[in-house]
């Protein structure tokens, strides 16, 4: 298996990325950073902060749907009493899209006052959406721009933006700059390497995926011990008592993914263990408790 600590991205990658960002900086009002609400630590670029620093920001918090929502609400709570403006959304359901452009205002508000007493009054408010591969901003991007809150999308040139950015009108005074993924966390910690493979953020191809799926059953059962039996019917009793990989055979074995012999197909079952957490298929299930930070 891939060690964690040492799957960096090239620095050449990361020196790119940090001048992109600071360069289309200048050209938006408030930055929106879209994180997955069941990992809302880990799967944040570390080094956003400094690269914004003190321009407005927005944090969203996408996949809430299938998220604990007794530890979303902690999460937000959190960021509330760091002043940080955050919002619960679905990219996938729609939910919670509606209410990023109310916000966005309200983040704005004395940016906008300031505009009105200069005569500037309607003038459009321009957003970029960063986050990590994998996380969702794409498809925020496609639902702002579908209909809705969000109105008709329409892609405009403007000077000074190469070409491949695009500006999108999403509503009535609202800009978006979609600008190409260019934010990618270095794994200095092995807990946050894994916790992006777990929610697919990591391409499966480059890691062990049975052994991905053991430790992954491992941190399930500590928080949501019910989850496995209820899902596989596998009626472990012990279950805190077992090692992962022992979880990942007897769920195998009760699928019928059998090697011949009658041995679990373990590697089947890690596939189909990821694959049906990853769609929700496990209940709602958060990997990142705030009480723990």
Known sequence: MSDFQNI????GHMTKARR???KHLKL??????????????????????SIINNKPKMLLL????????KETEKWLNSYKERNIKALPIDCKTGKGINNILPAVKEVLAPQIAAWNRKGMVGRPIKIMVVGIPNVGKSSL?????KGGSAGKAEVQDRPGVT?????FTIGKGFELLDTPGVLWPKFEDKAVGEKLAFTGAVKDEIIDIEHLAARFLEEVRTHYPNAVNDRYKTEIENINELQGHEILEKISVKRGMLLPGG??????GAIAVL????????????????EKR
């Open 8 to 11: 960096q991205w090239f620095p």
């Open 20 to 22: 992109q960002i600071e």
């Open 28 to 49: 938006v009002d408030i930055v929106i950073e879209i994180a997955d609400a069941r990992i809302p630590v880990a799967s944040r670029n570390p080094v956003l902060k």
């Open 62 to 69: 996408n996949k809430a749907d299938v998220a604990d929502p």
């Open 141 to 145: 991007i496609n639902k702002m721009c």
């Open 163 to 167: 070409r491949e950015n695009k500006w």
């Open 263 to 268: 041995i679990a197909n373990t590697e089947r």
């Open 275 to 290: 694959d049906e957490f990853r769609a929700g298929k496990l209940g709602r299930i958060t990997l990142e408790h705030y």
